[in-house]
C-alpha cells in the first residue's frame, strides 16, 4: 500500500493563479480530510468528506473547492491564489471519522508570491 | 465549534528525564483524543490516542491521561531520548480533528 500521496511535493503560484492539489489513498478509507499547517502552528482544518459525492466545510474553507468523485480521491483546488494561502498543505484520511486514526500525506509546500 | 489549548509551547527536558504536555477542550461532545508527533519537514505520525470511555493508557515510554470532567488530557514521555525530539499536537474531536497548537519538546543530551 502506498498510503496516502500527495501531488505536487512543491509548487510556487503568483497572486492570482489557481490550482489543484492532488490526493490520493489506497486503503479504501470512507473519510478525507485537507488541513493547512502554517509555519509554527497546528493544522487547521479546510474541508472533509464522508464518503464519494459528499464534502463539508471545516474551519478554514475560503478560498477553496474539494470533490470527492471516487473514494481514492480528494482534490483541493484553489482559485484566485492569494499571499495568505502560502502554507504547507496536508491531506489525510481514516477508515470512520469517529474515533478513527488519520492517515498523513506528505504533504504540499506552497508559494503564493 | 471545539477549542483545543495545548501548553507549554516549548519543553526542553535533560536525557532521561520525563516530559509532560497538557491540552484542554471546549466542546463535552469530543470524544477521541490522539496525539501526533511530526519531525521536521514530515508529515504528522500518531503516537498514541485514547478513546472517552477510558481514564488512561500507555504505551511502552507514553502514556496518556484523559479527564472528561475538567475537559484535559495530557501526554506523558518517560526516559525520554533525543529522538523523541519533535513538535507534539494534541487534538480534540468526533468526524473532525481540532489540533492544538504544538508542542516543541527538545532532549538535551
Known amino acids: 500500500n502506498a498510503g496516502v500521496t500527495q501531488t505536487p511535493k512543491f509548487r510556487i503560484l503568483k497572486i492570482g493563479q489557481s490550482m489543484t492539489l492532488q490526493c490520493a489513498q489506497d486503503?479504501?478509507?470512507?473519510?478525507m480530510y485537507w488541513y493547512r499547517q502554517d509555519p509554527g502552528m497546528g493544522l487547521k482544518l479546510i474541508y472533509y468528506s464522508v464518503g464519494a459525492g459528499i464534502t463539508d466545510k471545516g474551519e478554514v474553507p475560503n478560498g477553496y473547492n474539494v470533490s470527492r468523485s471516487t473514494t481514492e480521491d480528494f482534490p483541493l483546488r484553489l482559485e484566485l491564489a492569494a499571499p495568505s494561502q502560502t502554507s504547507v498543505y496536508f491531506c489525510?484520511?481514516?477508515?470512520?471519522?469517529?474515533?478513527?486514526?488519520?492517515?498523513f500525506g506528505p504533504g504540499t509546500r506552497l508559494t503564493v508570491t | 465549534g471545539e477549542n483545543v489549548e495545548q501548553h507549554p509551547s516549548t519543553l526542553s527536558v535533560q536525557e532521561g528525564d520525563s516530559a509532560v504536555i497538557k491540552c484542554t477542550y471546549s466542546d463535552s461532545a469530543s470524544n477521541y483524543f490522539p496525539w501526533y508527533k511530526q519531525e521536521l519537514g514530515k508529515r504528522p505520525q500518531l503516537i498514541i490516542d485514547?478513546?472517552?470511555?477510558?481514564g488512561e493508557k500507555k504505551d511502552q515510554r507514553i502514556a496518556v491521561t484523559l479527564n472528561k470532567t475538567a475537559k484535559h488530557f495530557s501526554l506523558h514521555i518517560t526516559e525520554t531520548q533525543p529522538e523523541d525530539s519533535a513538535v507534539y499536537f494534541c487534538?480534540?474531536?468526533?468526524?473532525?480533528?481540532?489540533f492544538g497548537s504544538g508542542t516543541q519538546l527538545t532532549v538535551l543530551p
Open positions: 489525510a484520511s481514516s477508515y470512520t471519522g469517529d474515533r478513527g486514526e488519520q492517515y
Open positions: 486503503m479504501n478509507h470512507n473519510y
Open positions: 487534538a480534540a474531536g468526533t468526524r473532525q480533528l481540532t
Open positions: 485514547i478513546r472517552s470511555n477510558v
